[in-house]
């Protein structure tokens, strides 16, 4: 690895070429992307996050390989980059570590990757890079101690934020992880980890994010690195739920609006005394297609709890428009039921002169 080409290391896709080419098999190219990564990013012992961290990981990544430098999360994005380009089954963990019996006042972040063995392995690119001076100064000092770490190896050292990460099937808390003992009487025993991750995977952004501050809550929250990472959790639930519900009314306001111009339809050609005449069966449906719809409509609209304060005000007024249409359309509905089982001398006296419309709503 010490060999590639200064112009093959520009992005991730020339540096997998190159380990695809020169390492056959799981393990060296493995040990290869891993030796790039420590080799050749410097911890940056001066950086401040800014926008960088709303960046996509495609540009997150790119920078790091420009700048060649970084703290835990660039280190770790690079190698899951690397490794998703290979075509290995990863995860960055986030999390608090300790060192000679001492906790961590900052968060960190280190890979797992599951191997052909079906086993979950843990590495630190960070801590296998070098190490940070009293003077806060950088050394470089390639090891690889934190290279293919087991689970149960890797937790004396390493507390993941969410225990589904300690790949365990009785994962410990945050409390034995500070006493560095276990205790009886575990709340997780035969915990199904990898059963959980698969379906965790399968979720949703905004439903990971739910259950992972599940996970956070209960396996204690006793310090401010976990409080923190709870509430970033949270936070991004609440907002992607905002943004799906926004999205939602959305979707809402347009449906009613087509719905509001059928019931309009209905209502133009009710004033016009029901002519030219229909038969009673296409009478019934030009006021049941929007009276079904606005029903439906409603009840989304009553399935969405939030759009944030800023929406309350328009939000709350669509709900009361949606409330009056299907109440409309309903008594439109009722007097058609009546009209049509009238004969024909008492439906002239039925037709109405002037009736309720019903008005768009802007998004």
């Known amino acids: 690895m010490r060999q590639i080409p200064e112009n093959q290391t520009k992005s991730v896709a020339q540096i997998s070429d190159y380990i695809k080419l020169h390492f056959k098999g799981e393990e060296l190219q493995i040990k290869a992307a891993y030796f790039f990564v420590i080799s050749t990013i410097s911890y940056d012992v001066n950086f401040s996050f800014t926008t960088e961290l709303f960046s996509s990981d495609e540009d997150f990544v790119s920078k790091t390989i420009a700048n060649k430098s970084g703290v835990c999360i660039h280190y770790a994005k690079l190698f899951k980059a690397l490794l998703d380009q290979l075509g290995y089954q990863s995860q960055i963990v986030s999390g608090y570590t300790k060192q000679n019996n001492q906790i961590a006042k900052v968060s960190h972040a280190w890979c797992a990757i599951k191997m052909k063995d079906t086993n979950w392995y843990v590495f630190d690119p960070t801590w296998d890079s070098g190490y940070v001076t009293t003077s806060n100064m950088f050394v470089s000092n390639i090891a690889s101690k ?44 035969n915990f199904d980890y990898q059963n959980e991750i698969d379906k965790y995977n399968k979720l949703s952004e905004i439903d990971k994010a739910f259950e992972s501050s599940e996970r956070i809550q209960n396996n204690e929250i006793i310090n401010d690195l976990i409080l923190e990472e709870y509430n970033y959790k949270k936070s991004v639930f609440n907002a992607t739920r905002l943004n799906k519900n926004i999205e939602k009314v959305t979707e809402i306001i347009e449906d009613y609006n087509v719905a509001i111009v059928l019931l309009n339809d209905f209502i133009i050609y009710r004033n016009k005394g029901f002519t030219p005449t229909f038969s009673d069966a296409i009478l019934l449906e030009m006021i049941q ?75």
């Open 146 to 189: 934190h290279y293919k770490m087991l689970p149960s190896e890797a937790v004396k050292s390493h507390m993941p934020f969410d225990f589904l990460w300690q790949f365990s099937k009785e994962p410990i808390s945050n409390r034995e992880f500070y006493n560095g003992k276990n205790y009886d009487n575990k709340p997780l025993v």
């Open 289 to 363: 297609t929007p009276k079904e719809r606005l029903e439906n409509i409603q009840r989304e609209i009553f399935g969405i709890s939030s759009v944030g304060k800023e929406n309350a005000a328009s939000f709350n007024e669509l709900r009361s428009s949606i409330a009056d249409a299907v109440k409309q359309s309903q008594e439109q509905y009722d007097f058609v039921k009546d009209y049509i089982s009238k004969s024909k001398k008492d439906r002239k006296k039925m037709v109405d002169k002037v009736i309720w419309s019903g008005k768009p709503v802007k998004q």
